[in-house]
């Protein structure tokens, strides 16, 4: 995958509090990063303008995987990179990749695959069609499988 397969992107800055005693980021940062990444996603995609008092569909992380390829320094600018490459009867598939910023420097790359539940204890349900449709008209493409 390119940079350039990426539709969305949002801007970070390392802090202090990031880095490991080698000062790089250390390693449980980067999932904090796809958190900030997929927030902002799901903003820009008009998730919360949909569901403004924040009672949009519930989603568990069911799997986390990254790739690391290069350290990210402190006081360092990197764009977070997120796009949703798949959507299921009840999972969504979203991609990332961490790049220094406005460059295509591959820092990291990495995938979540999000469960939707019916309550924060509930077993795996379909998400909701409305949902789907917010990412599928944002990503310019089909996302079901």
């Given at each position: 995958?390119?940079?350039?397969?990426?539709?969305?992107?949002?801007?970070?800055?390392?802090?202090?509090?990031?880095?490991?005693?080698?000062?790089?980021?250390?390693?449980?940062?980067?999932?904090?990063?796809?958190?900030?990444?997929?927030?902002?996603?799901w903003r820009a995609?008009?998730?919360?303008?949909?569901?403004?008092?924040?009672?949009?569909?519930?989603?568990?992380?069911?799997?986390?995987?990254?790739?690391?390829?290069?350290?990210?320094?402190?006081?360092?600018?990197?764009?977070?990179?997120?796009?949703?490459?798949?959507?299921?009867?009840?999972?969504?598939?979203?991609?990332?990749?961490?790049?220094?910023?406005?460059?295509?420097?591959?820092?990291?790359?990495?995938?979540?695959?999000?469960?939707?539940?019916?309550?924060a204890r509930g077993?795996?349900?379909?998400?909701?069609?409305?949902?789907?449709?917010?990412?599928?008209?944002?990503?310019?493409?089909?996302?079901?499988?």
């Amino acid at each position: 995958m390119a940079r350039s397969d990426f539709r969305f992107s949002v801007r970070k800055r390392v802090r202090y509090a990031e880095i490991d005693a080698q000062a790089v980021v250390f390693n449980s940062r980067y999932l904090e990063y796809f958190d900030i990444g997929i927030t902002e996603y799901w903003r820009a995609a008009g998730v919360y303008d949909r569901w403004p008092d924040r009672d949009s569909p519930e989603f568990h992380v069911a799997r986390a995987e990254i790739d690391y390829k290069a350290p990210i320094l402190l006081d360092e600018e990197i764009d977070i990179c997120v796009r949703c490459s798949r959507v299921g009867r009840s999972s969504m598939t979203f991609e990332f990749e961490l790049h220094g910023a406005d460059r295509d420097e591959l820092r990291a790359a990495g995938t979540l695959i999000n469960v939707h539940v019916a309550e924060a204890r509930g077993a795996p349900t379909p998400a909701p069609d409305a949902f789907i449709s917010l990412f599928e008209a944002f990503e310019g493409r089909a996302l079901r499988s």
